[in-house]
């Protein structure tokens, strides 16, 4: 055990030395550089100064996933690519804003260029968007890679105009599933004040954005379509004899259970917003069509049983061409007022 102990003494002496050289380094500071590459642009550490520096930016898409309206993200798989002029204590500190969690981040490279420093390096990650739904399911929405400097300002750090580099890979375009790209991507810049922090200065902040639009086609067949055979269904009820009341009522409540069954399903991958999506208006006319279908069939029952079958019949008959006329344009001007709000 002696001897044992001899042997682990020295180690046990090398490991608390280098547990004290640790502690006594200074803690890291934020201005300390954290790339790789040339000299002229990986400087040892970074420092403010009066001078403005011009950075360009650039983003190729290589892929886009997961667009999740519930969660107010999306998944996107890019090269990003900075430019700038060599400079003494400067290299930007580029982060992407609207990140929600960072996957990976590959292939990064830093390399002195005809003069200009040239970093680029793959990223994927989730990023944030607000999703506007009052058109769902006939919605088109815009997504955006958002992008500012946390160490300068805009008096120390302006991005340029146009992008260096801007566009989608040609596979990209068929990784959206149940979205089509409505638009290129587009590139903007603006300076703004993070107004949280008091007497803060502003920043200058770059934008890759572009729009998608969903198919509307698995909606259409999956639920708009099975919700208006439902309806014209619930509309039979206007040729039932109106003695009948127990098959009128049976058809008219399992209709309005069967739209409600739709409406769960059609409506569980979105979040609870505070306003009526088009498919929303849609549905409560479907609602209220059946609804008022139900209880047209109880009164006309009524009418039968005091022994007035004539006007009975003469209200089902009439029910029968207003009843789809004036859902139809209930429906119309549903759909008008989504897309003007």
Excluded at 61 to 87: C, H, I, K, Q
Excluded at 97 to 121: F, K, P, W, Y
């Amino acid at each position: 055990m002696r001897l044992m102990a001899g042997r682990l003494t020295p180690r046990i002496a090398s490991a608390v030395a280098l547990l004290l050289i640790m502690s006594m380094r200074r803690p890291a500071d934020a201005s300390d550089a954290s790339c790789n590459g040339a000299d002229a642009c990986c400087p040892s550490r970074i420092t403010h100064s009066s001078t403005r520096h011009t950075v360009a930016v650039g983003a190729i898409v290589m892929g886009m996933s997961s667009v999740n309206e519930r969660a107010g993200t999306w998944d996107a798989d890019f090269y990003l690519y900075e430019e700038w002029s060599p400079a003494e204590n400067f290299a930007p500190q580029t982060e992407v804003v609207n990140e929600v969690e960072r996957h990976s981040t590959q292939s990064e490279q830093i390399a002195l260029r005809d003069g200009l420093c040239i970093r680029s390096h793959r990223i994927h990650s989730t990023l944030r968007t607000p999703y506007n739904l009052h058109t769902f399911p006939f919605d088109h929405q815009q997504l955006a890679i958002e992008l500012s400097d946390d160490e300068f300002t805009i008096g120390e750090l302006v991005y340029q105009e146009p992008a260096s580099a801007i566009g989608f890979d040609d596979a990209a375009r068929a990784t959206l599933s149940g979205w089509r790209l409505d638009s290129e991507l587009e590139f903007s810049r603006e300076s703004r004040l993070f107004r949280w922090e008091r007497g803060s200065p502003a920043y200058d902040y770059a934008a890759f954005r572009f729009e998608i639009r969903r198919h509307v086609a698995f909606h259409i067949i999956k639920y708009f379509l099975p919700l208006f055979l439902i309806v014209a269904l619930a509309f039979s009820v206007f040729w039932i004899d109106s003695d009948d009341l127990g098959a009128a009522l049976t058809i008219g409540v399992t209709s309005l259970l069967a739209v409600i069954a739709l409406q769960f399903a059609e409506a569980s991958a979105l979040p609870e917003v505070a306003y009526l999506t088009l498919a929303d208006r849609v549905y409560v006319v479907c609602y209220v069509a059946i609804a008022l279908a139900v209880f047209e069939t109880i009164y006309t029952n009524s009418l039968a049983r005091r022994g007035d079958k004539a006007r009975a019949l003469r209200v089902d008959r009439r029910c029968r061409m207003i009843f789809p006329a004036v859902a139809f344009v209930a429906l119309v001007a549903s759909v008008l007022r989504a897309f003007t709000e």
